[in-house]
């Protein structure tokens, strides 16, 4: 399964919010769809599964959606830590794939 | 907490094979699957393929033909080997716990391994 995020790269001002757009070239499994948020030298974190499933001790300012074929990843209130790169990645089927990633910068 | 932690040489040359182990701490590792992936430098993330504890395999049809995946349950450990390397498989090798469920939910730190020719 082919991933393709977008934008490639989204600039933002802090306490703006961001969407991340993931669509796959069929559908996922059982929705199984996760983000992954990875910061310069840092392996990634696993933010979202299950499309819409937070992880451990992530904020409420990430939330995602989605289903089948279109997921999105929404971060609100964003801060300057927010600076990464995020990753979707299905694990409905295998081989599992990942998108190439959106960068978001915050100005 | 949960804890894994890459090792084994930084530097490989071309078409010998490449050699990482994977200590896990904190949980046992004879539960859920156990993970391999890897990151060129500045691109993205591909999954490298996975061990149960059983011993049972999974690998990214892609590198198939030149992976062997091993677990040593009395030492917590996994292992990869690749073998006939090239520069194309130079990379950051991150180990990483995979549930069936919530994904790669617990990740290494990385290990840069460099091809050289």
């Known amino acids: 399964i082919v991933l393709t995020q977008s934008p490639g790269t989204l600039s933002l001002s802090p306490g703006e919010r961001a969407t991340l757009s993931c669509r796959a070239s069929q559908s996922v499994s059982s929705n199984y769809l996760a983000w992954y948020q990875q910061k310069p030298g840092q392996a990634p974190r696993l933010l979202i599964y299950?499309?819409?499933s937070r992880a451990t001790d992530i904020p409420d300012r990430f939330s995602g959606g989605g289903s089948g074929t279109d997921f999105t990843l929404i971060i609100s209130r964003l801060e300057t830590e927010d600076s990464s790169v995020f990753y979707c990645q299905q694990y409905g089927s295998s081989p599992y794939t990942f998108g190439q990633g959106t960068k978001l910068e915050i100005k | 907490q949960v804890h894994l932690q890459e090792s084994g040489p930084g530097l490989v040359k071309a078409s010998e094979t490449l050699s990482l182990t994977c200590t896990v701490s904190?949980?046992?590792?004879?539960?859920?699957?156990w993970s391999w992936l890897r990151q060129p430098p500045g691109k993205g993330l591909e999954w490298v393929g996975h061990i149960y504890y059983t011993g049972r395999t999974n690998f990214n049809p892609s590198l198939k033909s030149r992976v062997v995946a091993l677990v040593d349950t009395s030492k917590n450990q996994f292992s990869l080997k690749l073998t006939s390397v090239t520069a194309a498989d130079t990379a950051v090798y991150y180990c990483?716990?995979?549930?069936?469920?919530?994904?790669?939910?617990?990740w290494g730190q990385g290990i840069l391994v460099t091809v050289s020719s």
């Open positions: 990483a716990r995979e549930s069936p469920t919530r994904g790669f939910d617990h």
């Open positions: 904190g949980t046992s590792i004879t539960s859920d699957y």
């Open positions: 299950g499309a819409s």
